[in-house]
């Protein structure tokens, strides 16, 4: 049973991998940039071009046969229902000589109305028809490129800068990739096709009233001016209360995510109520923004309301008498007051339409905002690396910074052989974090230069560079799926069990996890199980180790394990053989007293350099940390041995 079902998954997921790989779906969102939003909106529709105007003109055959059908009603009352003037030769009976006149149904009637019966039918098929056939194109529409979009954010927010995500609120990306991209969705499913709908219907049965009266037609749209300017003015103001809304949406969705993962934070110190109180008053904005919008729709309506109405009553009264002065008939009457409601009352519908529309323009920009973000490049071809890579790094005079202008790194230069353990011993912030993360260039270095087996950091992609530089981060992060996915996440390949044992027995968390009632299946976070601090960093060591890296990068990697259990790994890990160039962040100075080098930082700084012994003989932060910790071991041990 089990197998089946994966059949099939794979098999949809083959369907939809080739899906994906079809023109319409791999479309390049940049080319749909554009700074006239409806004209980057049409261009979002590459590939479902023609499903639109198909949509489209669906809707206009319907509005014809509605129109025809409202028309042929006209023609049932005039020239069929009318009573017709017959003479009859009354003498017969009466004796008279006068003849008279008398009105009579045509005879021919009973056959001619089923036909007339018959032909109504078809138009009111035709009408829905075509208006079924254009509301699933214009659904189709929107669904797809919906669908893409998300798709296509997905993956663009994933290969974006580091300081792109560093600017960022992970909620006001949510936002833009949630959110505003159902807005796009309604733009075509609802007001393209809805202010499609207006401007034919309007055009079909203004031809329809010309048919009858060109003076009644011409008459019937006089308030057309007044109902486009009130919109007009309200729709300014609309889009700019809605576009208040957006931004206080984004604001309040942003605090909300923030919370939730920081849900432990807020507990600990017990601040509940003071972050209700900052939620609540972001709430609260959101909440007056939405009335503010909410009154303008609520004062737009009635306004409008009153001029269609006005220009209604006066037409139907105009229609009224033109059929008292003989101008039109009692069927051109009937048709009129079918078609009139179909040519001024949906044009007020154009107002709220332009609205959203609007709003669908501003939901495009927001979206498009994130697409034109340049992405991190990660393959460019600038000398790609001919040989394997040993592990010789070079920092020369390296200085960095973030976005700001203080930085973070200044005059950084050392060297490391290949194989060799380097260890960055420093106070909290002086920069051992950011000095590592320049070699996966998850940020570019200010100036200076690094080298990897001489050749500049900068000519090896990016991809390259990740590939073979396994990095186990301060916080790892662990993803909500099984351990062995967890652990296999990096490796693109599969792996056999063993591999996977093996990594894990190295990272001394084997044992911990087949004692876990499912084993390597057990689910992480979120709706499995939730693992310690030392856990969730033995797993994310073994997840680094199993793609066995050539320079391996451990920041802080082992703060939330035992010393034992420090000591197996570390001897597992030299076990190994290999020759695996590592950079060993520490604070504790056991941790990496045995490392070829040991680099101490202060401030963005190198202020000492050298080996355990050679910094233990100079007076300086190395000396000092060493002795103050290992008094603290020393009394801890006394007391422990006390309390046996
Ligand atoms: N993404 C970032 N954007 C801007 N500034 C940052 C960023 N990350 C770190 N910094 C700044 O860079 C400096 C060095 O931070 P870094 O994380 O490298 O310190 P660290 O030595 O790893 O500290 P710790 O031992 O606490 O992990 C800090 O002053 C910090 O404020
Ligand atoms: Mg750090």
Not at 12 to 30: C, G, H, V, W
Not at 514 to 520: A, E, S
Not at 532 to 537: A, I, P
Request: proline share 3%.
């Amino acid at each position: 049973m089990l197998c089946c079902a994966a059949d099939t998954i794979t098999r949809r997921d083959k369907a939809l991998a080739s899906l994906i790989e079809t023109q319409p779906y791999n479309f390049d969102m940049k080319r749909a940039q554009s700074a006239r939003g409806l004209a980057g909106i049409i261009r979002l529709m590459d590939g479902f071009r023609l499903h639109y105007a198909g949509a489209i003109s669906a809707l206009a055959i319907s509005s014809i046969a509605r129109t025809a059908g409202l028309l042929l009603i006209g023609w049932v009352v005039d020239d069929l229902l009318s009573p017709q003037a017959t003479l009859i030769d009354m003498t017969a009976g009466l004796g008279h000589i006068l003849p008279q006149t008398v009105n009579t149904l045509r005879p021919d009637l009973p056959s001619l109305l089923p036909l007339a019966a018959l032909a109504f039918l078809l138009l009111s098929l035709v009408q829905g028809g075509f208006s079924y056939f254009s509301g699933r194109w214009a659904a189709y529409t929107a669904e797809r490129i919906a669908w893409r979009t998300r798709n296509y954010l997905f993956d663009h927010l994933q290969r974006l800068s580091f300081s792109y995500h560093d600017r960022m609120q992970t909620g006001e990306l949510l936002q833009r990739a949630t959110s505003d991209v159902d807005a796009i969705r309604r733009f075509y499913v609802e007001q393209g096709v809805g202010i499609g709908r207006i401007l034919v219907m309007f055009v079909v049965s203004f031809a329809g009233i010309m048919m009858l009266s060109t003076p009644l037609a011409l008459f019937s749209i006089l308030a057309a001016p007044f109902l486009i300017a009130v919109s007009w003015y309200m729709f300014g103001k609309i889009a700019r209360k809605y576009e208040e809304l957006q931004d206080q949406e984004a604001k309040v969705s942003a605090t909300l995510q923030e919370h939730l993962s920081g849900v432990r934070v807020v507990r600990a110190f017990a601040r509940q109520e003071h972050e209700i109180e900052r939620f609540e008053g972001d709430n609260w904005r959101q909440f007056e923004r939405g009335k503010e919008l909410l009154m303008l729709n609520a004062l737009y309506w009635p306004m409008t309301d009153l001029i269609t109405s006005v220009q209604l009553v006066l037409g139907v009264l105009l229609a009224g008498y033109m059929v008292i002065d003989g101008t039109i008939s009692v069927g051109d009457f009937v048709a009129y007051v079918g078609l009139v409601g179909a040519l001024i009352g949906p044009l007020r519908q154009i107002g709220r339409l332009v609205v959203q529309a609007a709003q669908g323009l501003g939901s495009y920009k927001r979206v498009m905002e994130i697409v034109t973000q340049e992405r991190e490049e990660l393959h460019e071809e600038t000398a790609p690396p001919v040989r394997d890579v040993v592990g010789e790094v070079e920092f020369e005079r390296v200085s960095f910074r973030y976005d700001s202008a203080t930085p973070v790194l200044h005059d950084v230069s050392f060297r490391v052989r290949p194989g060799q353990v380097i260890a960055i011993l420093g106070g909290t912030g002086a920069g051992k974090t950011s000095l590592v993360g320049l070699l996966p260039r998850f940020y570019d270095y200010t100036s200076g230069v690094i080298r990897l087996d001489g050749v500049p950091l900068e000519d090896y992609p990016r991809a390259f560079l990740r590939e073979i530089i396994g990095l186990v981060e301060q916080e790892p992060f662990l993803f909500s799926r099984s351990i062995r996915e967890n652990i296999t996440y990096g490796v693109g390949r599969d792996v056999s069990d063993e591999e996977v044992f093996e990594a894990a027995r190295m990272a001394a968390v084997h044992d911990v996890i087949r004692d876990f009632p499912q084993g390597y299946q057990t689910m992480v976070g979120e709706r499995g199980v939730t693992l310690s601090g030392g856990q969730k960093q033995r797993i994310a060591l073994a997840r680094t180790l199993l793609k066995n890296p050539r320079i391996l990068i451990l920041d802080d990697a082992t703060s939330s394990v035992d010393t034992e259990t420090e000591a197996s790994i570390r001897d597992a890990l030299r076990a190994r053989g290999e020759a695996v160039t590592t950079f060993l962040i520490a604070h504790r100075v056991t941790t990496l007293m045995h490392a070829d080098i040991i680099l101490v930082m202060a401030d963005g700084r190198i202020v000492q350099s050298g080996t355990h012994e050679e910094l233990i003989a100079q007076d300086g932060i190395y000396r000092q940390t060493y002795r103050m910790q290992s008094r603290i071991d020393e009394e801890l041990e006394r007391e422990m041995a006390d309390v046996e």
